[in-house]
C-alpha cells in the first residue's frame, strides 16, 4: 500500500494550521508501511504534578498521525470518525514518537494503528483511529 | 452517587496545572448526577482549513471531563486507562461544553460517559472513558 | 426520531436467521426512543467455572440490538462497522435485557448506544456501536 | 513475554465449557508472542442473508483469543474488562484463525490485540481487549 503523496506534499498540511504549528509536530519520517510524526518535548504539556505527559496531548496526536496516515494514501480530508486510545505506562520527558499504519482502506471508512513511544522506545499509548474516507 | 468533594475542592485541581490553564477550562457546574466543564472560544483550537475545532481538542476536554466526574467521587488521582472518542458532526464556534457522568465505580476501573455540546446545545462529540480506580 | 418500521415488520427479520432462533432473542419492546430485546435463559451461554454469562453471548446481542436500533429506523441493511463492549459486573442466571438507542444517524456511520441488564434490573456490560448506513 | 503455560496446560482451559465445546474452538497455536485459536465452519454461525459470518461469533472468539492470551502469561481468571471490534470485510465460509499477542502486561490490566483471518489468509475483522490481571 504505497503513499499517494511524497513527504515534501504531506509536510505544508501537517505544518499548515496553526495548533499543529503550536504542537510543534514535524513529519518525521514516510514509508510504504507507515508514518511518523515527532513531538518535540514541551514542558506545557506536561502535568505539574507528577512530571507525565498530558493524555489529551498524547490523544491529539495520536488522532493526527492516524489522519495523516490515511491522508497520505487517498489525498483527501478523511475527518476521524472514532478514536480508540489505550495508555500503556508514563512517559519519560523528551520528544516523542508516534507512528501510524493503515490498516484498512475502505470505501466508507478507514482505520489505522497508532503507536506513542518515548525516547527511550518504550510504548506509552496505541490507538486504533476509524476516519471517514467516503470518496465524494 | 453523591460527589465527594464540594466545586471548591475540585475547582483547584482542575485548574491548577499549566496546561489546563492554558486550554482555559473551568468547572460549570457539579451535581449528584454529572460534572460539567465548560472550554472557553480560543481560535488556535480551531482549523483553519474549515473552521472546525480540532478533534485532539475535543478529545482533550472529553478526557479531562471523564477524569474529573470520577475523581469527585473518589478523592484520588485515576489515571485514564482507555478513551473512545465518536465525533459527530462539525461544531459552531463558541464555548463548548464537556459533560460527563460516571457509570460505574468500580475497585480496579471506573467509566464515565462525556458529551460535548456546542453553544447551539448541539451534541458534537461523545466520549467513554476508563479511569484506574484501584484503592492504593 | 421515530421508527420506521413497526414490531411486525421488525420481527420476523430478528428472528428469520437460524443464529438468533438458535439465542432465542425476542423483540421485547420497540418505542420512539429504543429497543429492547430479550435472551431468555439458557444454561449453554452460562460458564461452568463461576455461573457467570459468557462474554461473547453479551457481545453478540449487544451487537444485534445496536444494528436493529439503526435499522428499524434506515430500514436498509446496516452492517457493523465497530463495536466497543465495557463489561460492568457479573449478572445474575436468567433471562436478560437489552435495550438500544440510537446515538446518531448518519449519511456514512450511525451509532447506538446498548446497555445490557439483568432480570434484577442491573446494568451488566454497555456498549456503542457504529453501523454503516451508507445510502446506496 | 513467554507463556506460562504449555499447550498441554491451556486446551483443557479452553474446550472445558459447554459454550467452548459447543463453538468447536481448538488451540491452533501457541508460541512465545501469540496464541492462534481455530473456529471450525459451522452453517450455523452464518447469516442466511448473504452467507457471511455473523458480527457476534467473531467478537465471541476474539474476546477468547484474547483472554487466552493473557491466560497463558499469568495462569488466573482475567475478565475481560472492554473489547473493541472492528470488522474489517465479510469472510470467506470456512474455518477461522483468531490470533491474540499481548500488548501490555499490566498490574491492574492486561492489554491483547487479536485479528481474525479467514481461510485465504484475509484478515476480516481485529480486536483489542483490556482485562482485568489484578494479583490478589
New interface residues.
Given amino acids: 500500500m504505497t503513499a499517494l503523496l511524497s513527504r515534501e506534499e504531506i509536510e505544508p498540511v501537517l505544518t ?4 499543529h504549528q ?1 504542537l510543534g509536530i514535524r513529519l518525521e519520517e514516510i514509508n510504504d508501511q507507515s508514518i511518523t510524526i515527532r513531538l518535540p518535548y514541551n ?7 507528577d512530571g507525565y505527559i ?4 498524547l ?3 495520536i ?2 498521525a492516524g489522519y495523516f496516515a490515511v491522508f497520505s494514501r487517498l489525498n483527501q ?1 478523511v ?11 508514563p512517559g519519560r520527558a523528551g520528544d516523542l514518537l508516534f507512528t501510524a499504519t493503515v ?2 482502506l ?1 470505501r ?2 478507514s ?1 489505522a494503528d497508532i503507536v506513542a513511544t518515548d525516547v527511550s522506545g518504550k ?1 506509552i499509548a ?1 490507538g ?1 483511529g ?1 476516519f ?1 474516507s ?1 470518496q465524494e
Avoid: C, N, W
Avoid at 16 to 19: A, E, I, L
Avoid at 43 to 49: G, I, M
Avoid at 79 to 89: G, M
Fill in positions: 499548515g494550521s496553526r495548533f503550536f514542558e506545557l504539556f506536561y502535568t505539574s504534578a498530558h493524555g489529551g496531548i490523544a491529539t496526536v488522532d493526527i480530508p475527518p476521524t470518525v472514532d478514536l480508540k486510545i489505550d495508555y500503556l505506562r490498516v484498512k475502505g466508507t471508512v482505520i510504548q496505541i486504533r476509524l471517514s467516503k
